[in-house]
């Protein structure tokens, strides 16, 4: 069973305005922002596997679409 990622590795994917954001957690700046969802949600994924980490994504309308456990590139083997 995967950890639960700790606070400074979860990343979110929100809508925004038209865009989507990738916004680490408790951060008040945008990491990235994308045209489309999937663009962004490849991001956090990216982000999040610098160590163990959680990306978490938003609908439209701010619910959780689901959540991502990720692991480290060198953890995949």
């Known amino acids: 069973m995967a950890?639960?990622?700790a606070e400074g590795n979860r990343w979110h994917v929100i809508s925004d305005r038209g865009r989507w954001i990738v916004l680490r957690e408790?951060?008040?700046r945008a990491t990235a922002v994308f045209a489309t969802?999937?663009?962004a949600v490849e991001r956090a994924v990216d982000l999040a596997q610098?160590?163990?980490g959680e990306v978490i994504v938003h609908r439209?309308?701010?619910t959780i679409e689901k959540r991502?456990?990720?692991v480290p590139h060198?953890?995949?083997r």
């Open 3 to 5: 950890e639960v990622a």
């Open 26 to 28: 408790r951060a008040e």
């Open 37 to 39: 969802q999937k663009d």
């Open 50 to 52: 610098r160590s163990s």
């Open 60 to 62: 439209k309308d701010a």
């Open 68 to 70: 991502l456990q990720v």
């Open 74 to 76: 060198s953890a995949e």
